[in-house]
């Protein structure tokens, strides 16, 4: 297929982003290539990662127009999927200062001029939904103890509020319906705020990702044992979810990585993978997003991630990894997937699409320059 955007041969040519390298002479570019996902009628392949800004009111959580101006900009330069920052589903989910809500009126209200903003400059927009579960400390939860699957702390401190994680309360089954529960209307209340869909953030050592690892999650009942049984709180929720909104507006974000432990690696992540894509099928998820913090790294019988996943996986996945246009084009003309998400080098540019189309060089990520301020 071929439109405009490809008739330049040499479009991505001297392109340069992490070390990636150009993609040279392409005639055909899968990157700008539009794309049926879900419900959502996608522009292209390039898709912004979900990144925590921080830039809600602590006290609220309600978001304002900065944030608006700031997702309207990657909207109106052209990226296919804008996939939000993690949106916490209740007073308890939240795990850091300044970020934003989606379970009270006004922070929903909050959210309609961001959608807005973005559909009128064409894009497509979902919430990430988000609980982070034991990676809390009281302060931020309202004055209320994390919650967890195991009274077990994380190890290491809250990233921007520099206190250890405190030890967490175990959930009861009452707790734990209550937080399934919590998911579904902060999906009900994205639509309500005019996003097309949702992703469940099941990734990086979070509330959902502390249920299916072993030395987070001690328990004894239905929600404990080995992986399968682990992913018993997962499941649940995405089925919530898909009851809520439709599997054609639920992405599921999972991982390997664990933020409180960056070295875990599953000990038979082929085993791990196909029991948890095993999952997937059975609760009619349709769109999946696997995280990893490099995407090419090997993991099992030469493969990495994304591609491990697609030997168990034929439904859609969107690849991310600290990805460069090179690596991204390539992974989607061989099928591993099909929507590639930049993370940071939107953030330092907000005409990424225009200067991958043009083949310009990019502004290079600087958390000291880009992190404190809305670009």
């Known amino acids: 297929m071929t439109n405009s955007n490809h008739k330049v041969a040499s479009i991505f040519e001297g392109t340069k982003i992490n070390d990636g390298g150009s993609l040279g002479s392409i005639e055909d570019t899968k990157l700008f290539d539009p794309i049926q996902v879900g419900s959502w009628s996608l522009r292209n392949r390039i898709a912004m990662a979900p990144m925590t800004r921080c830039f809600a009111n602590d006290e609220t959580g309600v978001v304002g127009s900065e944030v608006v101006e700031y997702y309207r900009k990657r909207a109106a ?47 497509t927009i979902i919430a990430q ?41 175990e959930m009861t089954l009452e707790d734990i319906q209550e937080v399934i529960n919590q998911y579904a209307q902060a999906a009900k209340n994205a639509v309500e705020a005019g996003f097309d869909g949702v992703e469940i953030h099941g ?12 030395f987070a999650n001690k328990r004894i009942d239905q ?19 898909i009851e809520a909104v439709g599997a054609d507006k639920t992405l599921l974000r999972f991982s390997a990585f664990k933020g409180d432990n960056p070295a875990y690696m599953w000990d038979n992540p082929e085993e791990a993978v196909k029991t948890f894509v095993e999952m997937f099928k059975e609760v009619g998820l349709t769109m999946i997003h696997p995280s990893t913090m490099d995407y090419t790294r090997v993991i099992s019988d030469g493969k990495n991630f994304h591609q491990l996943v697609r030997k168990y996986w034929d439904g859609i996945m969107v690849g991310v990894g600290s990805l460069n246009p090179k690596e991204a084009e390539k992974s989607l003309q061989e099928g591993t997937i099909d929507v590639a998400a930049f993370g940071r080098p939107l953030i330092a540019n907000p005409d990424f699409v225009h200067r991958l189309k043009q083949g310009e060089s990019f502004v290079e990520y600087d958390a000291k320059v880009h992190l404190p301020t809305l670009v």
């Open 77 to 123: 330069d052209g990226i296919g999927l804008i996939i939000t920052e993690g949106i916490v589903i209740s007073p308890r989910a939240k795990g850091n200062p300044g970020v934003p809500g989606i379970y009270t009126k006004e922070q929903i209200g909050s959210w309609k001029p961001v959608t807005e903003a973005v559909h009128k400059e064409g894009g």
């Open 129 to 169: 939904i988000w609980h982070v579960g034991r990676m809390s400390h009281h302060e931020l939860a309202g004055g209320q103890m994390p919650q967890a699957p195991s009274a077990i702390a994380a190890k290491g401190d809250v990233p921007r509020f520099r206190k250890p994680y405190d030890t967490p309360e």
């Open 203 to 214: 990734a990086h050592g979070y509330l959902i990702d502390q249920f299916t690892y072993e």
């Open 223 to 241: 929600y404990g044992g080995d992986l399968k049984k682990r992913l018993t709180f997962m499941k649940e929720v995405v089925q919530a979810v």
